[in-house]
């Protein structure tokens, strides 16, 4: 109790996190909503409250996804049938980012090339978006628009 105590004086006077940190403690994600004396309240993505002990936060390694800025990496891969050329792909891939709602201009979007296969190649489109509440949602978009842009230009999907 005590350890939990003075952990508690550690985040306030620290503030390695503060509330409205979106923060990962071992496989639990989510929004800090209350930094007690003993103890953390996190609000996980699916809704549940987690209690953490200070001390665990202390002592563990935690991930504060929000603690320099609220931009976000977003992955889209990207699977096009072998004939395709990849730099045109890429290029494909590349306009269609930058012209997705919810994208960053800085850091510019990203396309390359991952393996080559017999019958496919495997890109992956790498993009930031400062919207980070709703990356799911940006990425889900971004993954459509590059799926109407690839039939656009008549680019198979493997």
Avoid at 1 to 6: A, G, K, R, S
Avoid at 43 to 65: E, L, M, Y
Avoid at 124 to 153: C, G, H, K, M, P
Wanted: glycine share 6%; charged share 25%.
């Amino acid at each position: 109790m005590i350890n939990n105590f003075v952990s508690g004086l550690i985040l306030l006077f620290e503030r390695p996190i503060k509330v409205g940190d979106v923060i990962q403690i071992d496989t639990d994600v989510g929004e800090v909503r209350r930094i007690g004396i003993r103890a953390c309240i996190i609000r996980t993505t699916d809704g549940s409250d987690v209690i953490v002990p200070n001390g665990s936060i202390i002592a563990n390694k935690v991930t504060n996804w929000t603690l320099s800025d609220r931009h976000r990496a977003i992955e889209v891969p990207v699977t096009v049938a072998r004939g395709a050329a990849p730099q045109r792909v890429v290029e494909v891939l590349k306009r269609v980012a930058a012209n997705q709602p919810g994208i960053t201009k800085e850091p510019a979007p990203r396309a390359y090339v991952v393996s080559f296969g017999s019958a496919a190649v495997s890109l992956n489109l790498r993009v930031w978006t400062d919207q980070y509440e709703d990356w799911i949602e940006v990425r889900s978009n971004l993954a459509v628009a590059v799926d109407e842009a690839l039939n656009r230009e008549n680019i198979a999907v493997a």
